[in-house]
């Protein structure tokens, strides 16, 4: 079952979740849905969305897992075989899945008794596979499709916290007045950055660098 509660912060929207549902933490899985940071002027509010384990939780509204992880066609299957073949060739054991799908995007997990190495230092390691991975796709005759790897459910751990990171440094910007400059990201990460403080007006973001991993400068706009 599926249902949403709110708190003042992620620790109270959960806590009120384990009470009400009479479950232990570890008996449901939490999605952030909203997170508000709060101000002197306005209370913070965070929405979250509890997965109870009888239902697998689904990565926000923008994809549906699907039931049957097996490929349904040849360019899964072909795929599925690489990603394996590529990780195996690393000395690491894995298991290989369909994970979503989308139009003109499959996702694949992966499961291994060595997920935190394939995933790497912020998903470094992931990221490179995940290259790999597309330029087999593409020589396969499928350049417009994206093949995104996950394992342990990184990608959705890492948008959350993208998401949070965001809101903060967004209210730290507007009470210091100073531009922060954030680690190095990858375009999707960036992209999660930008699109989170987008809507907020006296607030402006900009990415800074060269190459595939740039830092997001967050800077005020606002009266001074």
Same mark, same amino acid.
């Given at each position: 079952?599926?249902?949403?509660?709110?708190?003042?912060?992620?620790?109270?929207?959960?806590?009120?979740?384990?009470?009400? @549902?009479? @479950?232990?933490?570890?008996? #449901?899985?939490?999605?952030?849905?909203?997170?508000?940071?709060?101000?002197?002027?306005?209370?913070?509010?965070?929405?979250?969305?509890?997965?109870?384990?009888?239902? $697998?939780?689904?990565?926000?509204?923008?994809?549906? #897992?699907?039931?049957?992880? @097996?490929?349904?066609?040849?360019?899964?299957?072909?795929?599925?075989?690489?990603?394996?073949?590529?990780?195996?060739?690393?000395?690491?054991?894995?298991?290989? $899945?369909?994970?979503?799908?989308?139009?003109?995007?499959?996702?694949?997990?992966?499961?291994?008794?060595?997920?935190?190495?394939?995933?790497?230092?912020?998903?470094?390691?992931?990221?490179?596979?995940?290259?790999?991975?597309?330029? #087999?796709?593409?020589?396969?005759?499928?350049?417009?499709?994206?093949?995104?790897?996950?394992?342990?459910?990184?990608?959705?751990?890492?948008?959350?916290?993208?998401?949070? @990171?965001?809101?903060?440094?967004?209210?730290?910007?507007?009470?210091?007045?100073?531009?922060?400059?954030?680690?190095?990201?990858?375009?999707?990460?960036?992209?999660?950055?930008?699109?989170?403080?987008?809507?907020?007006?006296?607030?402006?973001?900009?990415?800074?660098?060269?190459?595939?991993?740039?830092?997001?400068?967050?800077?005020?706009?606002?009266?001074?």
């Amino acid at each position: 079952m599926v249902y949403e509660f709110e708190g003042r912060s992620e620790k109270e929207a959960i806590d009120a979740a384990a009470e009400e @549902l009479g @479950l232990e933490r570890d008996g #449901f899985d939490v999605e952030i849905v909203e997170s508000q940071v709060g101000s002197i002027f306005k209370k913070g509010k965070v929405r979250i969305r509890v997965h109870t384990r009888d239902e $697998a939780p689904a990565a926000g509204a923008r994809r549906e #897992f699907i039931g049957n992880p @097996l490929p349904s066609d040849e360019f899964e299957t072909k795929v599925l075989e690489f990603t394996k073949k590529m990780i195996e060739g690393m000395g690491y054991t894995c298991e290989v $899945a369909v994970l979503f799908r989308e139009e003109k995007k499959v996702g694949i997990r992966i499961d291994s008794e060595h997920a935190s190495i394939i995933i790497g230092k912020k998903g470094k390691n992931l990221d490179a596979l995940q290259v790999l991975v597309n330029v #087999f796709a593409g020589r396969l005759g499928r350049e417009d499709t994206r093949v995104i790897l996950d394992s342990e459910n990184y990608r959705i751990r890492r948008e959350e916290a993208l998401v949070r @990171l965001a809101y903060e440094t967004g209210e730290q910007v507007r009470r210091t007045r100073q531009s922060v400059l954030l680690e190095p990201m990858n375009p999707f990460e960036r992209r999660i950055i930008h699109t989170t403080l987008n809507d907020i007006v006296d607030i402006e973001t900009k990415s800074e660098g060269e190459g595939l991993y740039k830092q997001v400068r967050v800077t005020f706009r606002g009266k001074i």
